[in-house]
């Protein structure tokens, strides 16, 4: 089997016609023209049991043969799950026999006839773009697979819309964190992701990706960040018994490999406890402060680890200063 200038292999078809001297022809000229290799078989029935035994990237057939005819070799082919590129090829040219044709799954229709050469150099484009095609399907598929596979594996609850607002990935953190199913959620739209934390259909972090900065400033959240194209927030929701959830999200465009916005994507982070701690901490300074205020003395406390110092008013005006001079001023109070 010869390959291709790239070291693909070639395009392999399966040429089915019950005409065995079209079928040589055929196979002769596509040979030849590019770089195709071709099976034949005479009838659909023949051509079933070739199916079965080996592997085809597409299907050249005739449409009127003895038994099984090309639209019911394809119809036979669709019904089994066979997704191959399928074209009718065939003297018959009837707009009710292209109809049938294309509406069963049919790829493309061509009408013999003309000069050999041009016929079947036509043909062959449209085996190498039906082939093209089905590779692309089956690349993005892939794709598709991958990311999904990706963000599943996400420890932050994370999801991802497409340009349309339909939910395309829901990992099993977000499942956690929501009580929410994947099976539940993927495929809803009309901001369905939203009504888990705010209780309505709204938009959020996600939905705000491809907006401008002014139009930013009139969103519902307090405090948004843009950095490039990925943007952060933090919200409060509100909790049983009176207690509140801080969330930090982050969200960015999904592109293709065009370049194009695809979607866009979202984490989200419960950071209820690190707020909670950076208040309890504040607190705690300020208590102390109060505290070597209230004794009178020059006390001063430095964190040699961090290099930030605490230092008692009293500590100021010992130095001759009113009010604590200002930072890098070097204390020159007097």
Same mark, same amino acid.
Not at 104 to 128: C, V
Not at 203 to 216: A, Q, R
Not at 248 to 273: H, M, Q
Not at 312 to 321: F, K, P, Q, V
């Given at each position: 089997m010869k390959s291709t200038g790239t070291g693909e292999l070639p395009v392999s078809v399966l040429y089915v016609d019950d005409e065995p001297a079209l079928l040589e022809i055929g196979k002769l000229f596509l040979e030849r023209i590019d770089d195709i290799t071709v099976a034949t078989a005479n009838d659909a029935n023949e051509a079933i049991r070739l199916i079965e035994d080996h592997h085809f990237d597409a299907i050249v057939s005739d449409y009127q043969m003895p038994g099984m005819d090309g639209i019911g070799f394809l119809k036979y082919l669709r019904e089994s799950g #066979?997704?191959?590129?399928?074209?009718?090829?065939?003297?018959? %040219?009837? !707009? =009710?026999?292209?109809?049938?044709?294309? #509406?069963?799954?049919?790829?493309?229709? +061509?009408? &013999?006839?003309?000069? $050999?050469?041009?016929?079947?150099?036509?043909? *062959? #484009?449209?085996?190498?773009?039906a082939v093209s095609h089905k590779m692309a399907e089956k690349l993005a598929k892939e794709t598709e697979k991958r990311l999904y596979d990706i963000i599943q594996f996400l420890p932050d609850p994370t999801f991802a819309i497409d340009v349309r607002g339909s939910v395309i990935a829901w990992n099993q953190a977000i499942e956690e964190m929501t009580g929410i199913s994947a099976c539940d959620m993927i495929g809803k739209g009309n901001y369905e992701y939203?009504?888990?934390?705010?209780?309505?259909?709204?938009?959020?972090?996600?939905?705000?990706? *491809?907006?401008?900065?002014?139009?930013?400033?009139?969103? &519902?959240?307090?405090?948004?960040t843009r950095e490039g194209d990925i943007l952060t927030a933090?919200?409060? +929701?509100?909790?049983? +018994?009176?207690?509140?959830?801080?969330?930090?999200? &982050?969200? *960015?465009?999904?592109?293709?490999? =065009?370049?194009?916005?695809? %979607?866009?994507?979202? /984490?989200?982070?419960?950071?209820?406890?690190?707020?909670?701690?950076?208040?309890?901490?504040?607190?705690?300074?300020?208590?102390?402060?109060? /505290?070597?205020?209230?004794? #009178?003395?020059?006390?001063?406390?430095?964190?040699?680890? /961090?290099?930030?110092?605490?230092? *008692?008013?009293?500590?100021?005006?010992?130095?001759?200063?009113?009010? $604590?001079?200002? !930072? %890098?001023?070097?204390?020159?109070? &007097?």
């Open positions: #066979n997704a191959i590129p399928f074209i009718i090829f065939t003297g018959k %040219g009837r !707009e =009710e026999v292209v109809i049938e044709a294309l #509406n069963n799954g049919a790829d493309f229709y +061509l009408q &013999k006839g003309g000069d $050999p050469r041009s016929q079947f150099a036509e043909l *062959s #484009n449209m085996i190498q773009a939203s009504i888990p934390f705010y209780g309505e259909r709204r938009p959020i972090l996600i939905d705000l990706v *491809s907006i401008s900065d002014e139009e930013l400033l009139h969103s &519902k959240y307090a405090s948004i933090e919200t409060s +929701l509100p909790r049983p +018994l009176g207690r509140y959830a801080v969330l930090a999200g &982050k969200a *960015s465009p999904l592109y293709n490999e =065009e370049g194009d916005v695809v %979607g866009a994507i979202e /984490t989200i982070r419960d950071i209820t406890e690190q707020r909670r701690f950076e208040e309890a901490l504040l607190e705690s300074e300020e208590r102390y402060r109060l /505290t070597l205020d209230a004794a #009178n003395d020059g006390i001063w406390d430095w964190d040699y680890r /961090t290099g930030n110092a605490i230092f *008692s008013d009293r500590w100021y005006t010992m130095l001759g200063c009113q009010l $604590p001079p200002p !930072e %890098g001023s070097g204390l020159k109070c &007097k």
